[in-house]
């Protein structure tokens, strides 16, 4: 994992998923994306805009998990604990809420957080 000065508001968290595959969550100052990489080939999947950054709202490091369904099907970001962004692997479906605040709900819809 690489990391930026969180308190500039740039990082970069991921994790392995299936073989060859990284999910990436990347603050990059101004808007937070979730996306799938493939690292060899340098190619980008799949990416969610879930965030920009405003005087309501400001994400550090620590506020973002990424996380992997059980059985690696999906892909999630949790931000502040609320899954705010998933993407299927299979179809490249994804469900977002966009976080315009700490107060924004996150996705309740049960058959996307199934496997969570």
Not at 31 to 40: F, H, S, V
Not at 59 to 66: K, L, Q
Not at 75 to 98: S, Y
């Amino acid at each position: 994992m690489e990391s930026g000065d969180s308190s500039e508001g740039e990082f970069v968290k991921e994790t392995a998923g299936p073989p060859g595959l990284f999910a990436v969550f990347e603050d990059d100052g101004e808007t937070g994306y979730l996306y799938l990489y493939e690292p060899g080939g340098r190619e980008v999947f799949h990416h969610l805009h879930t965030y920009d950054r405003s005087p309501d709202l400001t994400v550090h490091e620590e506020d973002v998990r990424v996380v992997w369904s059980e059985d690696l099907s999906k892909v999630g970001v949790q931000i502040w604990g609320l899954m705010r962004g998933i993407i299927k692997l299979a179809t490249g479906q994804d469900c977002r809420v966009r976080v315009e605040n700490r107060d924004t709900p996150g996705i309740d819809d049960a058959d996307w957080l199934s496997g969570f």
